[in-house]
Every structure is written in C-alpha cells, then in structure tokens.
C-alpha cells in the first residue's frame, strides 16, 4: 500500500466536488482497495498522539455557519479497532506516549475527502491525531512511524490543504491568487522530483510560504504522508486547481 496527501479545502468540498472531487473518485478506483484509511487531519489536534478505536465512529460536523444541508451528510465508514491499536503499539515502541479513544469520530478532514475517495464508505477508517507541538520534521518522523501499517493494507492518508490562508479566501472566485500558484508549482516540482528534504523544508525555502500557511497545521499532514513513504520515487500529482482564490487542491501519491 501507498501513503497520500489530500486537500480537503474548506468543508464545502462535500457538495462542491470541483476538480478535485472525480480525480479522487478515480484515484480510489485505482489504488489497491485498501484492508483499512488511516487518517491523520488538522481537524483533530491534540497535546499528544492520540488513535480513535471507535467500531462506528461518528461523522463530526465540526464547522459552523455553511448551508444546511452539510450537517446532513454522514459518512457511515466503520472503523478498525485491530489496525488502531497496531498503531498504538508503534508509536509506544517509537517513545511517542500514545493514548487510545474509543469515541472519536471521524471530522471534516477525514470523511470530507474520504467521501470522493471511497464514496460508499465500505472501508474501514480511523485517525491518529496531530500533535499539536508538531514541526516539520517531527511531522515527517510520525509518518516514518505509522509506515510498518502499509504492509497490512492499510492507506496512510495526510489530509490538510496544500494552500490555507483562510484571511485571503474568496468564497467561489475563480481568479487564483499568484503566490498561491507560486507555493502550490515549488512544492509540486520538489514531490515529483522525490526530494524530500526540500519538501520537509519547504515553510522555510519555499515562495511566499508563511502567506500560503500563516499556521502550519494543514501542512503537517503533508509531511506525514510524506515520512510514510518508503523511498524518494517521485510523487504522483492529483490536479485539484485552486477554489475560492486561494485554496490549492492538489493531492500527491507518494
């Protein structure tokens, strides 16, 4: 199994597919149907590592003030409690200090774009959350951590935003702010050229990179998926554009 970094954008995506939306629908088509998700999302963040063990986790509306029919939607995926306390015992051995949650559900970063992936919500689904003391570099040693898991099946998934400046964005614009595409193309040529130290780095090296992310939580589950991979092979792009002027939605497989 592979590791992937999605952008989730803002919740809308659940109604707005874009052109994100299909090109994770084919994704999912083409992927070896994974034994389990995992996902790690910015929507769960906490003083330390925790792992959701919930049978049938809850669709989390963890949002306010979009239409109503958003807080309709369910993404009935059972969980994994098995493949969950794996990790548990990974990031134990790995000195991480995990705690295990029995009710977590799944928030927006998860099911949102899980609902393009794999849209019946036949696979199993769990999170680790995202520590929120987390740098780049620790980022990139949690996905090194939960790797072993991919030799079960199981998806590893970095869900953020590869863009997230939530000051600039313009609801439904179709007009993509510059430093937007100049963040979005640096870190694009830097994954398809397998340089991750470039990639782990990039909050400090890329163009306009503390405008594209004023705080660092959606770019962390990049770094994730990214630690999860096995070898510097060069990423695979999914095309996602850029909606409401600053929000790129690209995804990579890595």
Same mark, same amino acid.
């Given at each position: 199994?592979?590791? *992937?970094?999605?952008?989730?954008?803002?919740?809308?995506? /659940?109604?707005?597919?874009?052109?994100?939306?299909?090109?994770?629908?084919?994704?999912?088509?083409?992927? &070896?149907?994974? /034994? /389990?998700?995992? +996902?790690?999302?910015?929507? %769960?963040?906490?003083?330390?590592?925790?792992?959701?063990?919930?049978?049938?986790?809850?669709?989390?509306?963890?949002?306010?003030?979009?239409? &109503?029919?958003?807080?309709?939607?369910?993404?009935?995926?059972?969980?994994?409690?098995?493949?969950?306390?794996?990790?548990?015992?990974?990031?134990?051995?790995?000195?991480?200090?995990?705690?295990?949650?029995?009710?977590?559900?799944?928030?927006?970063?998860? %099911?949102?774009?899980?609902?393009?992936?794999?849209?019946?919500?036949?696979?199993? +689904?769990?999170?680790?959350?995202?520590?929120?003391?987390?740098?780049?570099?620790?980022?990139?040693?949690?996905?090194?951590?939960?790797?072993?898991?991919?030799?079960?099946?199981?998806?590893?998934?970095?869900?953020?935003?590869?863009?997230?400046?939530?000051?600039?964005?313009? %609801?439904?614009?179709?007009?993509?702010?510059?430093?937007?595409?100049?963040?979005?193309? %640096?870190?694009?040529?830097?994954?398809?050229?397998?340089?991750?130290?470039?990639?782990?780095?990039?909050?400090? *090296?890329?163009?306009?990179?503390?405008?594209?992310?004023? $705080?660092?939580?959606?770019?962390?589950?990049?770094?994730?998926?990214?630690?999860?991979?096995?070898?510097?092979?060069?990423? $695979?792009?999914?095309?996602?554009?850029?909606?409401?002027?600053?929000?790129?939605?690209?995804?990579?497989?890595?």
């Amino acid at each position: 199994m592979t590791s *992937l970094f999605v952008s989730h954008g803002a919740p809308t995506f /659940a109604l707005e597919p874009g052109l994100a939306g299909p090109a994770l629908t084919r994704l999912g088509q083409q992927l &070896p149907r994974p /034994a /389990a998700v995992l +996902v790690v999302s910015p929507h %769960w963040m906490t003083p330390e590592v925790r792992v959701g063990l919930a049978e049938t986790p809850a669709t989390i509306h963890d949002f306010n003030g979009f239409e &109503p029919a958003l807080y309709e939607l369910e993404y009935p995926a059972p969980g994994h409690p098995a493949f969950a306390r794996m990790a548990l015992s990974l990031l134990e051995e790995a000195g991480w200090k995990p705690f295990a949650d029995a009710q977590r559900g799944l928030d927006h970063g998860a %099911w949102v774009p899980l609902r393009h992936l794999y849209p019946d919500a036949s696979v199993p +689904v769990f999170q680790v959350s995202l520590p929120d003391w987390l740098d780049s570099h620790s980022a990139w040693r949690l996905g090194q951590t939960l790797a072993p898991l991919q030799k079960e099946g199981v998806l590893i998934v970095g869900s953020g935003s590869l863009t997230h400046n939530l000051y600039e964005v313009r %609801w439904r614009d179709e007009q993509a702010s510059e430093y937007a595409r100049d963040f979005s193309h %640096w870190i694009r040529e830097a994954a398809i050229a397998g340089d991750h130290e470039r990639l782990v780095n990039a909050l400090t *090296l890329a163009p306009h990179a503390r405008r594209a992310h004023p $705080t660092v939580e959606h770019f962390l589950p990049l770094l994730v998926a990214l630690g999860a991979a096995d070898s510097n092979a060069p990423a $695979t792009v999914i095309e996602g554009g850029i909606e409401h002027g600053v929000l790129s939605m690209d995804s990579f497989v890595f």
